[in-house]
């Protein structure tokens, strides 16, 4: 059974940092994309970033490309997510994700993809 743990959420100021961790088990990241997305309250959920298997190409929503970067440690089974010059608006659950291809479609996933129970990140000052 494929399971994800989030954590590493919390309450930050504008313009400062968080990193996410999203421990795996029962999926090897050795063979399976996998990435962020995340819901705003009243929102629907926003695919953020994905890292491919294999090369670990990775991709990136517009809202944030260039503050967000996406990491992983196949052998530790986890998966990053280090955040920058955070914003108001990136207030939401974070997920990990997977819709258990090879590859990654872009940044986003499909609404069926497997997530797990998410971190809350609020930024506020």
């Known amino acids: 059974q494929v399971q994800f743990v989030e954590s590493g959420g919390g309450l930050v100021q504008p313009g400062g940092s968080l990193r996410l961790s999203c421990t795996v088990s029962?999926?090897?990241?050795?063979?399976?994309?996998v990435g962020w997305l995340r819901q705003a309250p009243g929102k629907e959920p926003e695919g953020l970033s994905c890292?491919?298997?294999?090369?670990?190409?990775?991709y990136y929503a517009d809202s944030v490309k260039g503050r967000f970067s996406i990491s992983k440690d196949n052998a530790q089974k986890t998966v990053y997510l280090q955040m920058n010059s955070l914003k108001p608006e990136d207030t939401a659950v974070y997920y990990c994700?997977?819709?258990?291809?090879?590859?990654?479609?872009?940044?986003?996933?499909?609404?069926?993809?497997?997530r797990g129970q998410g971190t809350q990140v609020a930024v506020s000052s």
């Open positions: 994700a997977t819709d258990f291809y090879y590859q990654c479609t872009g940044y986003g996933f499909s609404s069926g993809a497997l």
């Open positions: 890292i491919e298997s294999g090369d670990g190409r990775d």
């Open positions: 029962g999926l090897d990241l050795r063979y399976y994309a």
